[in-house]
Structure formats: structure tokens, C-alpha cells
């Protein structure tokens, strides 16, 4: 089955731009709260040198002008229900996962190429406020794969998958059920991308890393290790975001404002 992943990088960063795209453009760190001691979970590209994993005070120090916000769960809610909108414009069988979707490409038959879904996945994205990335393979796993490591749009050939992967670094498919045991023991066994690891015996991965390995291997290898669960197309459109200030909105024309903008989303994703 052919599969394609529509992937948003920096999901949580991404949710809070789309309900406040004035701030898009400037230097910003998300930290899961403002404290000079808070890790920091994703910066902007202006935020640069400022990095993932340092505190909020070593990011300051890098950039003074820096904005710091924190995660929303309202507004990664609204932007996870608008990613699922644009999977089910373009496909019947969609699958939801926490920073991006599936799609079934089977029966799709509308796009002239896997090429041009994955172009018209991600101009849809882009017009609900998300930057997406996408990646086509014949499973889950490698099409997520190649959505997380490449800019844009990524179609795996059929039968290709390992021979793609195989350059590939091992952290790129960590999120992909791959034991941390065997990021730790890589250097030390030789291994420093994909195509090493699927190089290794199952039985011998099994016995040193336990069952998850065989799995890891299996996705190294470019197998669809978990068939697509496509869920029903939502009947009911909500739109929801936190607010960083509360008693402005006594007034009509600060209330009116804000309501325009979730009026105005909500009205992206129904179209």
C-alpha cells in the first residue's frame, strides 16, 4: 500500500504561530515555561544560534531579543483537527498521530503524480497555517521517515525504501519505535546509519537489544511494519486558542479581533 505522511516540523512551535501570526517573522524560543532555567523545545529559524536543549537564560544570552512563549493545548488541538482536514480533502483513509497524519493513497486518483498530492498537501497545509513536509513510500514508517528528514515534498519508489534509507543517520527514525539502547551502543558496534543497522541479523538484534529491535530493523529495512487505521472524517469544526491577556477582551474591539482570527481559521479549514 502506498502511504503518504503529511508531517508538521516543530509541531508545537507551529501551533502557537498559527493563532498568533504576528509574531511569525521574530526571534522566538518555546520553553515549557518562561524561567530562565526552562529547556528549550523548539526556536525559530531567527532565533538562531539559539538551539534546542539549552535553558531560556543561555538562549537570552545568545540572543537578548528573544520572545519566549510556552505550549498551548488549545491551540496544538486546533492545529492538529486542521491537519486532519487537509488529509481528508485530498483522501478518504486518514491515520492521526501527534505531529502529523497519513493518508491512503489507494483509490486517489485525481493527482497526475504521488508528486503533485504531495504538492497539493502541502499548499493546503500552508493555507491553514502550517509548513508541512511530506514523504510517499509503500508504508507508514518510511513514508514519516522521509517527511522528517527532507525539506518539502519526498516520494520513495516503490521497492526503493531501503536502498533510501540506507544513508540516512540512525536518530532518523528513533521516533520510529527504534530502542534508545541502540542509539547508546552504536558507536561502540559500528553502527552510523540506517543501512548498518538493517545490515544486522534479527536473531542477534533480538538477543542484544530485546523484541523492540526486531521491529527497529524491520523499519530500517524499509518494511511496513503497522498497516494504516484510518479513522472517520470529523462532522463537527471547532476552533479554540489560550489567550495571554484576558480583561482587553471587556471591550468590543480587542474581543472583535480576536474572534476574526478564529472566524477566519475556522473558515480556511472548512474550505
Same mark, same amino acid.
Given at each position: ?6 508531517? /508538521? ?15 511569525? $517573522? ?9 524561567? $530562565?532555567?526552562?529547556? /528549550? ?7 538562531? *544560534?539559539?538551539? #534546542? &536543549? ?39 483513509? /486518514? ?11 489507494? &483509490? ?14 502541502? !499548499? ?41 534509507? !540506507?544513508?540516512? *543517520? ?8 527504534? *530502542? ?6 552504536? *558507536? ?6 540506517? &543501512? ?10 533480538? !538477543? ?13 529495512? &524499509? ?8 479513522? #472517520? ?39
Amino acid at each position: 500500500m502506498r502511504v503518504a505522511c503529511l508531517f /508538521v516540523p516543530d509541531f508545537h512551535l507551529q501551533a502557537r504561530l498559527r493563532t498568533s501570526p504576528d509574531r511569525r $517573522g521574530r526571534p522566538l524560543v518555546l520553553a515549557e515555561t518562561t524561567s $530562565g532555567n526552562a529547556v /528549550v523545545l523548539a526556536v525559530s529559524y531567527e532565533a538562531h *544560534p539559539a538551539q #534546542p &536543549g539549552l535553558t531560556v537564560a543561555q538562549a537570552r544570552g545568545l540572543r537578548p531579543d528573544v520572545d519566549v512563549i510556552v505550549p498551548s493545548e488549545a491551540d496544538e488541538r486546533a492545529a492538529r483537527a486542521a491537519l486532519v482536514d487537509v488529509a481528508h480533502a485530498h483522501a478518504p483513509e /486518514v491515520e492521526e498521530a501527534a505531529d502529523c497524519v497519513w493518508l491512503s493513497l489507494e &483509490g486517489v486518483s485525481r493527482f497526475a503524480s504521488e508528486a503533485a498530492l504531495g504538492a497539493a498537501l502541502e !499548499a493546503t497545509a500552508a493555507r491553514v497555517g502550517l509548513r508541512a513536509r511530506v514523504g510517499v513510500a509503500s508504508g507508514k514508517e518510511a513514508a514519516r521517515v522521509a517527511a522528517r528528514a527532507c525539506e518539502g515534498v519526498t516520494v520513495i519508489p516503490p521497492g526503493d525504501e531501503r536502498a533510501w534509507l !540506507a544513508s540516512l *543517520p540512525l536518530a532518523a527514525i528513533e521516533a520510529e519505535g527504534q *530502542p534508545r539502547e541502540i542509539l547508546l551502543m552504536a *558507536p561502540r558496534l559500528g553502527l552510523r546509519s540506517i &543501512g548498518d543497522l538493517a545490515a544486522l541479523p534479527s536473531a542477534h538484534a533480538a !538477543a542484544r537489544f530485546g523484541p523492540d529491535a526486531v521491529r527497529a530493523l524491520r523499519v530500517a529495512r &524499509g518494511e511496513a511494519v503497522s498497516r494504516l487505521a484510518p479513522r #472517520p472524517a470529523p462532522i463537527v469544526f471547532q476552533e479554540s486558542m489560550d489567550l495571554d491577556y484576558g480583561e482587553e477582551l471587556c471591550t468590543l474591539e480587542p474581543l472583535a479581533f480576536v474572534l476574526r482570527g478564529v472566524a477566519d481559521r475556522l473558515a480556511a479549514r472548512l474550505a
